[in-house]
């Protein structure tokens, strides 16, 4: 059968990444309560394609992540990179994942137990060096300082996103990341609450109103004190309840700078 991906194509230009995008595949991950987490990922594998090349088999993509089924954790992502390289005679492999991942929280006052969700992804480069970095988004409640300050009464407040995204030289867990997140906020959110935990959050965020500025600063304070952490990307997205747009601020620094 004639192999039409090694043709040689009608323009030769190299191609910087060719591959799959958001196929669904289970994962387990490590789970800081229960040692693994098994969850379902939206997953994206890309190659750079030399310019003498046609075309890329996408199914070696799906036959590779195979052979690494029911093991697929950060200790897994180089050897998956390097199965690419090898596989599609690449310079530069990329793989990332985003999948829910659930911590049993409980309410702030009565204790009560539910399960938390929030977005986590893991992105991974082989080239000359491996590249990793793991991140994570957090639902939380922020109060607007200028509402509270101008108001007789009252003051806005909303579902926030907080995303967080390092490199680190030692392990950090994804539970840290949301710890750090929340402390950030005006308040965290729940999955569950009864009539005393919700009055403890509304009372808790007017107590403590921020900005996505404040939200963001915040928390680049809390990860540039943290040694293990090499660079980071922190945004902020308030779903502003009184206005026709969102909020939004994002720092990024490097400690290699």
């Not at 300082?145 to 926030?160: L, M």
Request: charged share 25%.
């Amino acid at each position: 059968m004639n192999d039409v991906q090694q043709e040689r194509p009608k323009h030769q230009i190299p191609i910087n990444q060719v591959g799959i995008k958001d196929l669904r595949y289970p994962i387990r991950v490590l789970d800081r309560a229960k040692g693994y987490q098994d969850t379902v990922a939206q997953i994206t594998m890309l190659v750079d394609l030399p310019a003498h090349y046609r075309g890329t088999h996408m199914s070696r993509f799906v036959e590779i992540l195979n052979k690494y089924k029911s093991e697929i954790a950060y200790k897994e992502l180089r050897p998956i990179l390097e199965d690419m390289r090898k596989t599609f005679e690449a310079e530069c492999a990329h793989i990332s994942m985003s999948f829910p991942y659930f911590i049993e929280k409980e309410a702030p006052v009565t204790g009560t137990k539910s399960l938390m969700e929030y977005t986590a992804f893991f992105s991974a480069r082989l080239s000359e060096e491996y590249e990793f970095a793991l991140g994570v988004r957090v639902p939380v409640l922020t109060l607007c300082p200028c509402s509270k300050e101008i108001s007789d009464y009252g003051a806005h407040n909303q579902r926030a996103y907080i995303t967080v995204e390092v490199k680190f030289s030692d392990f950090v867990w994804l539970e840290e990341l949301i710890e750090v997140a929340e402390s950030s906020a005006s308040s965290p959110v729940y999955s569950l609450l009864k009539r005393p935990d919700e009055k403890f959050v509304t009372e808790h965020a007017y107590d403590n109103p921020y900005f996505v500025e404040d939200v963001v600063r915040s928390v680049a304070v809390k990860l540039k004190g943290d040694p293990r952490i090499l660079w980071a990307r922190v945004s902020a997205e308030s779903m502003e309840s009184i206005h026709n747009h969102n909020a939004y601020a994002m720092i990024e620094f490097s400690r290699r700078e």
